[in-house]
């Protein structure tokens, strides 16, 4: 029995666990399932550089440089296929905390629970506090969690995406 309990570390080691799958909710592995063929640009079952130097592209990032490319691939301990991509986001997101408590972090800003927040003022919160954000990560923002006419932004909305990496559907 102790060979079998050696081997094992050495695979948790290495990244190929099999536990990576308890780590998420059954809903979040099929939205990874569904967005790896799209950063698997051919199709090979393996992203590759060429593959994120295509996703990247095809979002406007055109000049990425090659070391870049390189320094996303090297965060994998081998080839990034789909138990190590989902490995990789699940180290990504251990960091972070569970939604509930993003939320109620955004709570304290909205006295009366809208679920929204004013642009202006979520602007100059992340502009002039702590780990201040730059103008293009701003544009970025707004880009990804556009406010609605009136100029409030759906703060769940971001919550959700910090936690689970995509946008629920509606």
């Known amino acids: 029995m102790a060979p079998k309990k050696a081997k094992r570390r050495g695979a948790a080691a290495e990244g190929g666990s099999s536990n990576v799958f308890s780590m998420f909710e059954q809903s979040q592995i099929q939205e990874y399932?569904?967005?790896?063929?799209?950063?698997?640009?051919?199709?090979d079952g393996?992203?590759?550089?060429?593959?994120?130097?295509?996703?990247?592209?095809?979002?406007?990032?055109?000049?990425?440089?090659?070391?870049?490319?390189?320094?996303?691939?090297?965060?994998?301990?081998?080839p990034i296929n789909f138990t190590v991509f989902l490995t990789m986001f699940g180290e990504k997101l251990k960091g972070a905390d569970p939604e509930d408590v993003i939320v109620s972090a955004f709570k304290v800003?909205?006295?009366?629970?809208?679920?929204?927040?004013?642009?202006d003022f979520l602007q100059e919160l992340l502009t002039?506090?702590?780990?201040?954000?730059?103008?293009?990560?701003?544009?970025?923002?707004?880009?990804?969690?556009?406010?609605?006419?009136?100029?409030?932004?759906?703060?769940k909305q971001?919550?959700?995406?910090?936690?689970?990496?995509?946008?629920?559907e509606e």
């Open 158 to 168: 971001i919550c959700y995406v910090i936690t689970h990496g995509e946008e629920k």
């Open 46 to 78: 393996i992203i590759s550089k060429d593959d994120l130097r295509d996703v990247l592209a095809s979002m406007g990032q055109l000049n990425v440089k090659n070391e870049e490319l390189e320094a996303m691939v090297k965060e994998a301990s081998g």
């Open 109 to 119: 800003l909205d006295p009366d629970a809208t679920g929204f927040i004013k642009k």
């Open 128 to 155: 002039t506090q702590c780990d201040r954000f730059s103008a293009e990560e701003m544009k970025n923002l707004w880009a990804a969690f556009p406010p609605d006419v009136a100029g409030n932004v759906n703060y």
């Open 33 to 43: 399932n569904s967005g790896f063929p799209i950063t698997d640009q051919n199709r």
